[in-house]
């Protein structure tokens, strides 16, 4: 099967993909690295008259620190984040996601932004956003302004953003002291969707206790899910009397639009949530204690 027919559309910079969006208006879609629309395009899921492709805009690949937070910009494909040192030092969660994003060919072409901006509930940045409260930036002819990942997220393949702004970069908080960071996730094969999956970021202050918790919860409902329940339960206490099995449960405890399909039933996939979770907890602990003894040695 083929796409059905389309006019293309290749700006050179925002303000041209922004002006192209505003009047084609509802008849326009945003190509960047095509990972995933054009296999939709292609099955015929979905049509647009127009492709607006923003793929070679270089405003929009770019990756800078700028005081608390890094900021990525929304073209920035997934290879480069995974190997960027910037990341790796400010924000490793998404160094540690990168490598289970697809197969190497999706992570050259796909993009940051795309993958957001796509809000598959099985998404890995999409869950980092969240764990860690990152910013999205979305820019139209009536200015720039900025959603928090909490409320960027609000349907299967819906986000915030309006008919004519465009996801631009994202910001994502550096995390400092004693910190672990883990992703855990289960599919089916290397490369498919998770059937269910977890990032986790844990902040430890000096006597062990956690300080502060996000975490990402992939393919457990019809957007990126976060869990908030087993977050609140850990930050104050000691780590040490904390277990991992706990904040797996806490977790998918309140979740209430768990998927049910061909991968599993919604118990299953709970099951499997709660398990990923605390494989996270696990590892992420352990490594913010560890970042802890280090920075005292």
């Not at 049509?47 to 900021?71: T, W």
Request: charged share 20%; with cysteine; glycine share 10%.
């Amino acid at each position: 099967m083929k796409a059905a027919p389309f006019a293309y559309h290749r700006p050179d910079t925002v303000a041209d993909a922004v002006s192209m969006l505003g009047e084609f208006g509802d008849d326009a879609k945003i190509l960047a690295g095509g990972q995933s629309l054009v296999p939709m395009l292609a099955m015929r899921l979905t049509h647009f008259e127009n492709l607006i492709d923003i793929s070679r805009v270089d405003e929009l690949r770019n990756i800078e620190p700028r005081g608390d937070a890094v900021r990525i910009g929304a073209g920035t494909p997934h290879a480069l984040v995974g190997m960027d040192d910037e990341v790796a030092e400010s924000v490793p969660l998404l160094t540690l996601s990168t490598p289970h994003i697809g197969h190497f060919q999706i992570r050259t072409r796909g993009t940051l932004g795309g993958a957001i901006a796509h809000a598959d509930p099985a998404a890995e940045y999409a869950a980092v956003a969240l764990a860690l409260d990152a910013e999205m930036e979305a820019t139209s002819a009536r200015g720039t302004r900025r959603i928090p990942a909490a409320e960027f997220f609000t349907g299967l393949w819906e986000t915030a953003l309006a008919a004519d702004e465009i996801l631009t970069a994202v910001s994502f908080p550096v995390w400092t002291g004693h910190c672990g960071f883990a992703v855990q996730e289960f599919a089916r094969r290397h490369g498919d969707f998770a059937i269910a999956g977890a990032t986790l970021a844990v902040e430890l202050d000096g006597r062990d206790r956690v300080a502060r918790c996000g975490i990402g919860l992939l393919g457990m409902g019809s957007t990126p899910e976060r869990g908030t329940p087993a977050e609140q339960a850990v930050v104050g206490r000691p780590v040490t009397d904390i277990t991992a099995e706990e904040v797996g449960r806490l977790a998918v405890s309140e979740l209430h639009d768990v998927p049910a399909d061909l991968q599993g039933s919604p118990a299953y996939r709970s099951k499997v949530g709660a398990t990923m979770v605390a494989r996270a907890w696990s590892q992420a602990t352990t490594a913010a204690l560890e970042t802890r003894e280090a920075l005292n040695a």
